[in-house]
């Protein structure tokens, strides 16, 4: 799959009315929002709790420094990622 | 058989309301005589979310018509549940939209009747119109997500893009054009609802277009006219799987409609058994999860877990007998009842076709609404 084009300098956050949270049943963290519930996987979770203002790149060095992955593989997922997510407008990219 | 868990809970809090639309799904013969309390709400509320429920829906009626309103969405807050107000926001001034939003509040649905003021007061049976314009800007001045939602049937149908360019220029983030489903007062004047074949091509045709238009922009949900439709939706997606409903009273409910649709069925209330032990252990629950209960042609149907059969509600409606296939079903052996209708109405003359309808009324034992200026 083609990587999309994200710049390393946005900032992801989520949507106004979007809410991120643990799932007390599953100890999973899912998204809430008003049409309904996304139950995130793991890549997805490590990516939306470090949305507080960082970049991009700056969420993709977070990850590579805390898990021993190759960073190209990782960036790849990262952004499909968070294409999906902007597409289901969860998150805006500024 | 093992219960799944459930995601959302329709807290319907009240059947009083200002409007009185024709097509609304309550009961025609709603009891309101025993609202439940705040704090039974609140009870219910949190064994909901003990059972797994993460989302829930405040409606009715007009849910404002409850003072207690903003108390019981930071209850559902405090137990970590998303809110969502579905209102005609008839009754929602500042200080009201001051105090949800600071209960924790997260979406509003707002319904609208029509773009055309004239025509939507005429449905609503109120002048409504120009005060839900002013709440939709309220809400938006106050940063709260909001949806709107039309129910489409015979009358405004025609108006379907004027109506999507109302939601536009409100600013809305997502808007839901719902043709009627006919339970409660909307199957009462089906005959004035129903929308023509010739009205239904063309609407889908200008919402599949606006959808692709606003992509990006606005989320445009569609929901089909289902008489017209060869195969019955994914009611519910299947019953006793996701969702929960509470009627004023006390009922529990696998759907909304099911109370008044489903006569022979038993529903148990709050105020006598646990949330927990309705949703696993009750027939009510019970009686159509899964697929053990199906009839033929949905036992051995490859769908059977994609649509469920369809809706328990319209069986029972239209075929007398809740365990049948939905007979919007092309295999369902009913299927002639819905083509009947379809029928008597496409090849009517116009006199049928400007049919009356019966205004929807509060319960007669509902106390009055509090006058809201």
Redesign the interface.
């Given at each position: 799959m083609q990587t999309p084009t994200i710049a390393g300098s946005a900032q992801p956050k989520l949507t106004r009315g979007v809410r991120l949270q643990t799932d007390s049943k599953t100890g999973n963290s899912v998204l809430l929002f008003p049409e309904g519930v996304l139950e995130l996987n793991e890549t997805a979770q490590e990516i939306l709790t470090r949305c507080d203002g960082r970049t991009v790149s700056e969420i993709i060095q977070a990850l590579a420094d805390e898990y021993n992955v190759d960073l190209e593989m990782l960036a790849a997922d990262v952004r499909q990622t968070l294409a999906d997510l902007q597409r289901r407008k969860l998150i805006e990219l500024t | 058989m093992i219960a799944p868990?459930p995601?959302a809970l329709l807290a319907e809090i009240t059947y009083r309301c200002p409007l009185h639309c024709p097509y609304c799904s309550n009961p025609t013969q709603a009891r309101n005589d025993q609202e439940l309390t705040t704090n039974e709400w609140t009870r219910v509320i949190r064994e909901a979310?003990a059972l797994?429920v993460?989302?829930i829906g405040f409606s009715g009626g007009e849910p404002l018509a409850r003072p207690d309103l903003p108390d019981l969405v930071r209850a559902a807050r405090e137990a970590?549940l998303?809110t969502?107000l579905i209102t005609s926001a008839i009754g929602l001034d500042d200080d009201r939209l001051r105090a949800l939003r600071d209960a924790g509040l997260?979406?509003v649905?707002l319904s609208f009747q029509s773009d055309n003021a004239d025509l939507a007061d005429e449905i609503a049976g109120a002048r409504a119109h120009q005060r839900k314009l002013d709440a939709a800007a309220k809400i938006r001045a106050a940063?709260?997500?909001l949806?709107l939602n039309f129910v489409i049937h015979r009358r405004n149908i025609d108006r379907l893009l004027q109506m999507i360019e109302l939601a536009e220029s409100l600013q809305a983030?997502?808007v839901e054009l719902a043709n009627v489903q006919f339970y409660g007062w909307a199957f009462l004047n089906r005959a004035a609802l129903l929308p023509t074949r010739e009205q239904v091509v063309r609407a889908r045709e200008i919402a599949t277009a606006a959808k692709a238009r606003l992509a990006?922009k606005i989320?445009i949900f569609y929901v089909l006219p289902d008489y017209y439709e060869n195969r019955p939706k994914p009611c519910l997606s299947g019953w006793g799987q996701r969702y929960i409903t509470v009627n004023p009273i006390g009922e529990v409910l696998p759907c909304p409609t099911a109370s008044s649709a489903i006569p022979d069925l038993r529903f148990e209330n709050v105020r006598e058994r646990a949330l927990d032990w309705i949703w696993r252990e009750s027939e009510s629950f019970n009686r159509f999860r899964g697929t053990e209960w199906m009839p033929e042609p949905c036992q051995s149907c490859p769908q059977r877990e994609i649509d469920f059969g369809g809706c328990r509600c319209q069986a029972a409606l239209l075929t007398g007998n809740a365990a049948n296939t939905d007979p919007v079903c092309e295999l369902s052996p009913n299927r002639a009842r819905v083509d009947e209708v379809l029928r008597d109405l496409n090849s009517s003359t116009p006199k049928a076709f400007g049919a009356d309808w019966t205004y929807r009324m509060n319960p007669k034992n509902a106390a009055t609404l509090q006058q809201v200026t």
């Open positions: - | 868990r995601y979310a797994g993460l989302q970590k998303y969502n997260d979406s649905q940063g709260i997500p949806s983030e997502r990006g989320d």
